[in-house]
């Protein structure tokens, strides 16, 4: 089986090989994953608690997912993020220093964050500090204090955070994208306008926790290592009065599906940033797994055929990658690649040749087993931690995703064959529904990439 | 925001990506652990203890194997002691180039057959440059293990690369450049642009990324030369950790590396910097940077020393938290930036170096802000420190957090600072198990000495201050 020849003079293998080449060793059978196990209840306030029994370390995350976010922020663009780094300036009982204190004294730091449709407070302690934590994160997200003397600075941050990504090309590319892809519709708001959070007053801040904070939007999550006896009483007492509040937002988006091209014109930059996005089935969608592990193996892997061409073929790009993104409901297909000023257009018509080819031959099975085993394995290392699992159940959550969803996940990527990979690329991945954006010096490359048949009839907005 | 730099890899670390400002969120489950605080200190609790077996192989390979079966995986890292600071010169950026090389072929697997052979397995594969050393990592399903062990050794013995694929990889690094230092508003500020003025030795102070003729410059002979000089067994550390067999792993080490032969070393250049008797300045101007930035930087005590373990409290104490006292001075009160970051060694951490080392506190301000109102600022909390010791409570807090981000190392599903850990204790001081005693020994120092060392190594005369002046480059606006 194994055909190891040893090989002395190994320096003399420096140019090509003249012996017969060794194969690598056959892998051993695989070894059982089990995903740990883990329990959901509901208070009678609607707020849902998880708890996730796993790891061998004693560390605890608590981590409270409210369904709000920009989605929330209507014409106000960031006014979730300003709200939420508020409310770390302190609660009714603690001041912004004691709860940094407080945290840094359980071995964590407290964190917040507000994404597009979910707001997140938590903090990872050691497990002797379960409880703390726990009223720690209750007290942040029910009992702000929000300090007005204190928005000015936490405003003044955040336009300084914006100053910085309008100066960077792959941000001014992606807020370019998702303004083309989600025009209205929050989605698509990625920076506030000029003087607009200046605008921005506490009752703002205010009125927003107000309408979107409670139980019934909000998910606790518990994973790691904990004493369940006296956590759960904790969590309850924490959070069993907290108003109900609002059902979450409904608020669906409709990502554009005709062709457009957006230029941004970055003079003297030595890389072009290029983005292209196009609907995709969402992770509830029954076309869903085949359309990711295509994903994945257009460019969505280090052995993907983009990145083979345009990396390691063409030596054009660094880090070419291609993703799904997924909103409730919806989903995008993704390109990004930072590719060398001299050869945009040419990046760009290999990438399209590297779609059409995947949609007019089924990929060879040896290659998309490949593929199959690393999303597989790549499935084990992210659910082998405690924070892993939870951020998994989160997004199962916001995606009204079943338990199975979880349970056959490595069955479901197994079952995909050659002929759907290419099904869904032809049927999804089609160029003439993009939108394409090309952050760059254009006066090097704006004609060449106009050239390209693929981009003929693009809307310009 | 400046984001901390990671090392500079060969593999894009799947950066960013979806949409701006819609990212989901997922709390801690994505957070990377803290580089410059992967150490441990108690909260009255017992040590941590990380298992940890180590030999050597005839050739002069260690090998660390350090078994935990909280997840089927396995994680293979090989660490060649080479890094940018001993590369030559006239070629600057050639260890990180050639690191790149180390995926273009073998004599048994051609080129992308190494990394189609890892991801066709269910693994994740990569790997970086830093100071002192070149790191190769695998993380796999604990059943490829032999898999993975053969590759490595298969390129350990046999690199077999061609012009094609030099010229090749001479393209994409200088992409990487551009994208990482280039192209991005201040790009490698700090940890690329600070070490080449307040060192001296050329060792320390040259561009490490490298300057683009030196990439163009770059031959085969070189890399040849390169591969021969450093890529010896004797100047390796193997680690694997997570769920083996112990004895199965013994027999495919030995199997697979036992046979590649040992080299002569070159003696080490002096890379010691002169000790600096007064402060240095500089500034410059960043193109894309719309606002000014700020960075100080200090030489830390030698590696190993009772004033080093002090050093690393003092870390923790002025720097890394929000609790830290230039957060909040910096931030919370005075309200000169969203963020103050720096640390020992922005590329790693306290103990995964081998040499001089810097101390950074960086921040981007805005033009209102007069930088000595800033320095005056991180002057007085430092006076503070050297005035009197750290109170009981800021020490518990400094041991609480080192503690936790301990464990965060061990109970990783990757593995991967353990491994980084486990290497360069290896690497540097032949004694991996020393991991174990990171806690005892931050639990050793006394207030009393870092006050003295704040006195002794933070005093003006022996910083560097560097400030980065916004350009003219406006934001591009559609046509």
Redesign the interface.
Same mark, same amino acid.
């Given at each position: 089986m194994r055909r190891?020849v040893?090989?002395?003079l190994? #320096?003399a293998?420096? !140019?090509? &090989?003249a =012996?017969p080449?060794?194969?690598?060793? +056959?892998?051993?059978?695989?070894?059982?994953?089990r995903l740990p196990g883990r329990e959901t209840l509901r208070l009678d306030n609607g707020l849902a608690l998880t708890f996730i029994d796993y790891?061998?370390?004693?560390?605890v995350?608590v981590?409270a997912?409210v369904r709000t976010?920009?989605i929330d922020d209507g014409e106000s663009t960031?006014l979730a993020?300003v709200t939420l780094e508020m409310m770390k300036e302190g609660t009714a009982t603690r001041t912004?220093?004691a709860i940094?204190?407080a945290?840094?004294?359980?071995?964590?730091? #407290?964190?917040v964050? !507000?994404? &597009?449709e =979910?707001?997140?407070?938590?903090?990872? +302690?050691?497990s002797?500090h379960a409880v703390d934590a726990a009223e720690l994160v209750a007290d942040v997200l029910r009992n702000p204090a929000f300090p007005a003397a204190e928005l000015?600075?936490i405003l003044?941050?955040?336009e300084?955070?914006l100053?910085?990504?309008?100066?960077?090309?792959?941000?001014?590319a992606?807020?370019?994208?998702?303004r083309r892809?989600y025009g209205d519709h929050p989605?698509g708001r990625?920076?506030p306008q000029p003087g607009q959070l200046a605008g921005y007053d506490i009752a703002a801040v205010r009125a927003f926790h107000d309408r979107n904070f409670g139980a019934r939007r909000t998910h606790v999550y518990v994973a790691g290592r904990y004493d369940r006896a006296t956590l759960e009483p904790a969590l309850r007492r924490a959070f069993g009065d907290w108003r109900g509040g609002a059902a979450p937002t409904e608020l669906p988006a409709t990502p554009a599906d005709t062709l457009q091209l957006?230029?941004?014109?970055?003079?003297?930059?030595?890389?072009s940033s290029i983005r292209m996005a196009v609907p995709v089935p969402h992770p509830a969608h029954a076309l869903y797994f085949p359309t990711t592990i295509m994903n994945s193996l257009l460019g969505g892997?280090?052995?993907s055929r983009i990145t083979?061409n345009i990396?390691?073929?063409?030596?054009?790009?660094?880090?070419p990658?291609s993703?799904i993104?997924?909103?409730r409901g919806t989903a995008l297909w993704?390109l990004?690649a930072?590719?060398?000023t001299e050869h945009t257009a040419d990046a760009l018509a290999e990438i399209y040749g590297e779609i059409d080819r995947l949609q007019r031959e089924a990929p060879p099975a040896q290659e998309l087993?490949?593929?199959k085993?690393?999303r597989?394995?790549?499935f084990?290392?992210?659910?082998?931690?405690?924070?892993?699992v939870?951020?998994q159940l989160?997004?199962m959550d916001?995606h009204g995703l079943p338990p199975e969803f979880l349970a056959g996940w490595v069955a479901s990527v197994h079952g995909v064959t050659p002929p759907q990979v290419s099904e869904v690329a032809a049927r999804f991945i089609r160029p003439e529904r993009m939108t394409v954006v090309v952050?760059g010096d254009?006066a090097k490359v704006r004609d060449a990439v106009l050239r390209l048949p693929q981009l003929e009839g693009a809307r310009m907005? | 925001m400046i984001r901390r730099s990671a090392a500079i890899r060969s593999v894009a670390a799947r950066p960013w990506i979806g949409l701006i400002g819609a990212v989901l969120v997922v709390g801690c489950a994505a957070q990377p652990i803290t580089g410059e605080s992967e150490s441990a200190a108690s909260s009255g609790v017992g040590s941590i203890s990380i298992p940890v077996e180590y030999y050597k192989l005839d050739n002069g390979l260690r090998v660390v194997l350090s078994r935990d079966d909280s997840a089927p995986t396995v994680t293979v890292g090989v660490y060649y002691r080479i890094g940018f600071r001993i590369e030559p010169k006239g070629r600057t950026g050639f260890a990180h180039l050639f690191e790149h090389l180390m995926f273009q072929g073998s004599a048994n697997l051609g080129k992308m057959e190494f990394i189609r052979l890892i991801e066709g397995n269910g693994g994740i594969v990569n790997g970086s440059t830093t100071f002192d050393y070149t790191n190769y990592f695998q993380i796999v399903p604990a059943h490829t293990l032999e898999t993975v062990l053969w590759a490595e050794a298969d390129r350990m013995k046999s690199l077999a690369i061609t012009q094609d694929n030099l010229v090749n990889q001479q393209g994409v690094v200088k992409n990487e450049v551009h994208v990482n230092v280039l192209n991005q508003p201040y790009g490698g500020f700090p940890w690329l642009t600070v070490p080449q003025v307040a060192n001296v030795n050329w060792h320390n102070a040259h561009n490490f990324y490298g300057d683009m003729a030196d990439l163009d410059a770059a031959t085969l002979e070189d890399a040849r030369a390169f591969f021969e000089t450093y890529y010896a067994p004797n100047n390796a550390v193997l680690v694997v950790a997570g769920d083996f067999d112990a004895a199965a792993a013994r027999a495919w080490v030995a199997q697979y590396f036992a046979a590649i032969p040992a080299r002569p070393q070159p003696p080490r250049p002096d890379i010691a910097e002169p000790e600096q008797a007064a402060e240095r300045r500089d500034a410059y101007v960043d193109r894309l940077a719309p606002r000014p930035a700020l960075a100080l930087a200090w030489h830390v005590p030698a590696r190993g020393t009772p004033e080093h373990w002090a050093f690393s409290l003092l870390d923790q104490i002025l720097l890394q938290g929000e609790d830290s006292l230039l957060w909040q001075r910096l931030v919370q009160q005075r309200g000169y930036t969203g963020s103050v970051a720096g640390g020992i060694n922005l590329l790693g951490n306290e103990f995964t170096y081998d040499g001089p080392m810097l101390w950074m506190v960086y921040l981007v301000h805005d033009p209102a802000t007069d930088p000595a109102a800033i320095v005056a600022d991180i002057d007085a909390e430092i006076a503070r420190l050297q005035s009197a010791p750290p109170t009981a409570a800021q020490m518990q807090r400094a041991l609480t957090k080192t503690r936790a981000a301990l464990y965060d190392l061990a109970g990783s599903s990757t593995r991967f600072g353990l491994v980084d850990l486990l290497a360069c204790f290896a690497l540097f001081d032949d004694d991996p198990a020393r991991i174990n005693r990171i806690e005892p020994e931050l639990r050793a120092v006394t207030p009393e000495l870092i006050s003295d060392v704040a006195r002794r190594y933070l005093v003006p005369a022996k910083r560097t201050l560097q400030r980065v002046e916004p350009g003219g480059a406006a934001a591009g606006a559609a046509p």
């Open positions: 190891f040893a090989v002395a190994a #320096l293998a420096w !140019a090509a &090989a =012996q080449r060794e194969q690598p060793p +056959v892998p051993g059978a695989p070894r059982d994953f790891g061998t370390v004693p560390k995350t981590l997912v976010g920009n960031w993020d912004a220093p940094a204190e945290a840094a004294g359980m071995g964590g730091s #407290l964190n964050g !507000a994404g &597009a =979910q707001a997140t407070v938590g903090i990872s +302690v050691l002797e000015p600075r003044s941050n955040f300084r955070s100053a910085v990504a309008r100066s960077d090309p792959q941000s001014l992606g807020e370019a994208l998702a892809v989605f990625a920076f957006a230029f941004i014109d970055t003079p003297g930059a030595p890389q892997a280090f052995g083979a990396r390691e073929d063409k030596g054009y790009s660094y880090s990658d993703s993104s997924a909103r993704v990004s930072e590719v060398t087993d490949a593929i085993a690393y597989a394995g790549l084990v290392i992210s659910n082998s931690s405690p924070n892993g939870l951020g989160a997004f916001l952050a254009l907005p | -």
